[in-house]
């Protein structure tokens, strides 16, 4: 009984024998040469759009060629892709696996111990060189020394040693040491396509767009060279008299000649040199300047699809923001396509190579965590728990990234831990105040007595005045509902952040506070204040 052999995608069996060896090194005098051409010296708009043709008609390499040079030669251009490029090589990957089986759990930790290689980052900043070119081609080599499969090292291969189909300018080919296209074999390369527009695959590079771009620039920057160069300087302007002799002019024109370069240069007395200044110099300057960066700032807009992060140019208010945001969503749709591409081209292919045909497979995820604002958290639930809320201490240690308090361990509490809100001895049931709004309030000391059963009359024998025996009574009736509405704004004035955030908690939280019985104390202190005046004005009747 034999085994099965494994398909590929195409569904022809898979050549074990040449995924353990290189295939798509390169050769020395063979077609695939690392030496390149330079088909941007001397470029212009017919020849540009003469390469481009070419591309489209299924021969690349004069425009591949090209995008190498303007990445060279372009700071700008170089500077926005390999900002798109390093911004997603460096967004973590994680894996996930098939299913809870301990099996699957167990392949997708093998694939998460291969991740960690520190060679990962460059090798996937290589693979999305398909950003700018539009595709990308990574060979794997894989290590087979111990009866296993495992992806040893991803290497980039030159695009240019690749073809597509064409019949239909999509499928792609490898250029074979004699020179004839053959199919890739499956789990042997990676084929990275992440378009700028839909299409052709040779026609949907960033680099494409930008090279007409770059071709203007390179020819405003040769004119503002030239212009730089011949009004930079005053022009010279040698005066002979009319009887000098042909040796007087020629070292006349030596003289000015060489006054550019050296500074420097001798003429007869009878002879003379005027330096004659342009007027009209920083504007004509500032016009070459103002191209180039509006070259630049399309180049950004295609590559980043804003300018704010590259150009400090801002549309508006708040549009800096905005503009970061726009920058985020392609650095997002990059990173998922990313993952796609390897979870088809290597992970796959890994699990089938090492393990056989699987229902499930690993998946990994590039995408940035999401970053959650702990400040606008705690500042929420304070005042909800205050208000009833019952929250889990695990779980806001975990959204916090705290651990579990250990046994024993010494604990940072609240100011006001283990008192009660009402107790008027203790300091921490007070409003602590804010300096200039509100003063702190002092327990009130407990009443004699002799004040607790007597009246009006008998406290004014005993020596009190009515107002002490009536506010020390109001303090005793009002301290269990004020204690109450205390404890409230405690908690408030502690974690609001500004006066604002304090006045909205204010009108949110006191709704709930039952003033029932506060409101029926101050009712029997206003009656109690009534009589007491009653009874002074009999006393001063007497």
């Given at each position: 009984?034999?085994?099965?052999?494994?398909?590929g995608a195409?569904?022809?069996p898979?050549?074990?024998?040449a995924?353990?060896?290189e295939?798509?090194?390169a050769t020395?005098g063979?077609?695939?040469?690392?030496?390149?051409?330079?088909?941007a010296?001397g470029?212009t708009?017919?020849?540009l759009?003469?390469?481009?043709?070419s591309a489209?008609?299924?021969?690349?390499?004069?425009?591949?060629e090209l995008?190498?040079?303007?990445e060279?030669?372009?700071?700008h251009y170089?500077?926005?892709l390999?900002t798109?490029?390093r911004?997603?090589?460096?967004?973590?990957?994680?894996v996930?696996s098939?299913?809870?089986?301990?099996?699957?759990?167990?392949?997708?930790?093998?694939?998460r111990?291969w991740?960690?290689?520190?060679e990962?980052?460059?090798?996937?900043?290589?693979?999305?060189?398909?950003?700018g070119?539009?595709?990308?081609?990574?060979?794997i080599?894989?290590?087979t020394s111990?009866?296993q499969?495992?992806?040893?090292?991803?290497?980039?291969r030159d695009?240019?040693?690749?073809?597509?189909?064409?019949h239909?300018?999509?499928?792609p080919?490898?250029l074979?040491?004699?020179?004839?296209?053959?199919?890739l074999d499956?789990g042997?390369?990676?084929?990275?396509?992440?378009?700028?527009k839909?299409g052709?695959t040779?026609?949907s590079?960033l680099?494409r767009?930008a090279?007409?771009?770059?071709m203007?620039?390179?020819?405003?920057?040769?004119?503002?060279?030239?212009?730089?160069?011949?009004?930079?300087?005053p022009v010279?302007l040698?005066?002979?008299?009319?009887?000098a002799s042909?040796?007087?002019?020629?070292?006349l024109?030596?003289?000015?000649?060489?006054?550019?370069?050296?500074?420097?240069?001798i003429?007869?007395a009878?002879?003379?040199i005027?330096?004659?200044e342009?007027?009209n110099?920083?504007?004509?300057?500032?016009?070459?300047?103002?191209?180039?960066?509006?070259?630049d700032?399309?180049?950004?807009?295609a590559?980043?699809?804003?300018?704010a992060?590259?150009?400090?140019?801002?549309?508006?208010?708040g549009s800096?923001?905005?503009?970061?945001?726009v920058?985020?969503?392609i650095e997002?749709?990059?990173?998922k396509a990313?993952?796609?591409?390897?979870?088809?081209?290597?992970i796959?292919?890994?699990?089938q190579l090492e393990?056989?045909?699987?229902?499930?497979?690993?998946r990994?995820?590039?995408?940035?965590?999401e970053?959650?604002?702990?400040?606008?958290?705690?500042?929420?639930?304070?005042?909800?728990i205050?208000r009833?809320?019952?929250?889990?201490?695990?779980?806001?240690?975990?959204?916090?990234?705290?651990?579990?308090?250990?046994?024993g361990?010494?604990?940072m509490?609240p100011?006001?831990a283990?008192a009660?809100?009402d107790d008027?001895?203790d300091?921490?049931s007070?409003?602590?105040?804010?300096p200039?709004?509100?003063?702190?309030v002092?327990?009130?000391?407990?009443?004699?007595?002799?004040?607790?059963g007597?009246?009006l009359?008998?406290?004014?024998k005993?020596?009190?005045s009515?107002?002490g025996?009536?506010t020390?009574?109001?303090?005793?009736?009002a301290?269990?509902?004020m204690?109450?509405?205390?404890s409230k704004i405690e908690?408030?004035?502690?974690?609001a952040?500004?006066m604002?955030?304090?006045?909205?908690?204010?009108?949110e939280?006191?709704?709930?506070?039952?003033v029932?019985?506060?409101?029926?104390?101050?009712a029997?202190g206003l009656?109690?204040?009534?009589l007491?005046?009653?009874?002074?004005?009999?006393e001063?009747?007497q």
């Amino acid at each position: 009984m034999t085994t099965p052999r494994l398909l590929g995608a195409n569904g022809q069996p898979i050549n074990r024998e040449a995924l353990t060896r290189e295939i798509a090194a390169a050769t020395v005098g063979g077609v695939r040469s690392p030496i390149s051409g330079y088909p941007a010296d001397g470029l212009t708009p017919v020849r540009l759009a003469s390469i481009l043709r070419s591309a489209d008609a299924g021969d690349p390499v004069q425009m591949l060629e090209l995008f190498e040079t303007i990445e060279e030669r372009d700071p700008h251009y170089i500077g926005v892709l390999g900002t798109r490029r390093r911004s997603v090589s460096q967004i973590p990957i994680t894996v996930e696996s098939g299913s809870e089986d301990p099996e699957d759990e167990a392949r997708a930790q093998m694939v998460r111990d291969w991740l960690k290689r520190d060679e990962l980052t460059d090798e996937i900043f290589n693979i999305l060189d398909c950003i700018g070119k539009g595709y990308s081609f990574t060979e794997i080599i894989w290590d087979t020394s111990s009866g296993q499969w495992m992806p040893m090292q991803l290497e980039q291969r030159d695009p240019r040693w690749f073809r597509f189909a064409r019949h239909d300018l999509k499928t792609p080919m490898l250029l074979g040491v004699d020179g004839q296209e053959q199919p890739l074999d499956f789990g042997k390369f990676i084929f990275a396509k992440i378009a700028a527009k839909s299409g052709v695959t040779l026609r949907s590079g960033l680099t494409r767009v930008a090279a007409w771009g770059w071709m203007f620039k390179m020819f405003t920057q040769r004119d503002w060279a030239i212009f730089s160069q011949t009004y930079g300087q005053p022009v010279r302007l040698g005066k002979f008299a009319a009887g000098a002799s042909e040796d007087d002019k020629a070292t006349l024109f030596r003289a000015v000649a060489n006054i550019a370069g050296d500074c420097a240069a001798i003429i007869p007395a009878s002879m003379e040199i005027d330096f004659i200044e342009s007027g009209n110099v920083g504007a004509a300057h500032q016009l070459y300047k103002e191209r180039c960066e509006w070259i630049d700032q399309q180049i950004s807009k295609a590559v980043l699809g804003q300018t704010a992060t590259t150009d400090a140019v801002t549309g508006g208010l708040g549009s800096g923001k905005e503009h970061r945001a726009v920058q985020k969503d392609i650095e997002t749709a990059d990173a998922k396509a990313l993952a796609a591409i390897l979870n088809r081209d290597l992970i796959q292919p890994w699990m089938q190579l090492e393990f056989g045909p699987l229902k499930v497979y690993p998946r990994l995820k590039i995408e940035q965590p999401e970053q959650e604002d702990l400040k606008a958290l705690a500042d929420a639930i304070g005042p909800l728990i205050d208000r009833g809320l019952e929250v889990e201490q695990a779980t806001l240690l975990s959204r916090f990234g705290l651990p579990e308090p250990k046994a024993g361990a010494k604990l940072m509490r609240p100011p006001r831990a283990g008192a009660s809100a009402d107790d008027p001895n203790d300091p921490n049931s007070v409003i602590k105040g804010i300096p200039g709004v509100i003063k702190r309030v002092e327990p009130v000391s407990a009443p004699t007595p002799a004040l607790q059963g007597e009246g009006l009359s008998t406290a004014k024998k005993q020596g009190g005045s009515i107002e002490g025996v009536l506010t020390e009574r109001m303090a005793i009736e009002a301290r269990a509902s004020m204690g109450v509405i205390f404890s409230k704004i405690e908690a408030m004035l502690e974690s609001a952040s500004s006066m604002e955030e304090l006045s909205q908690m204010f009108a949110e939280g006191f709704p709930d506070i039952d003033v029932a019985d506060f409101a029926q104390v101050l009712a029997m202190g206003l009656a109690t204040a009534n009589l007491a005046g009653r009874v002074a004005v009999e006393e001063d009747a007497q």
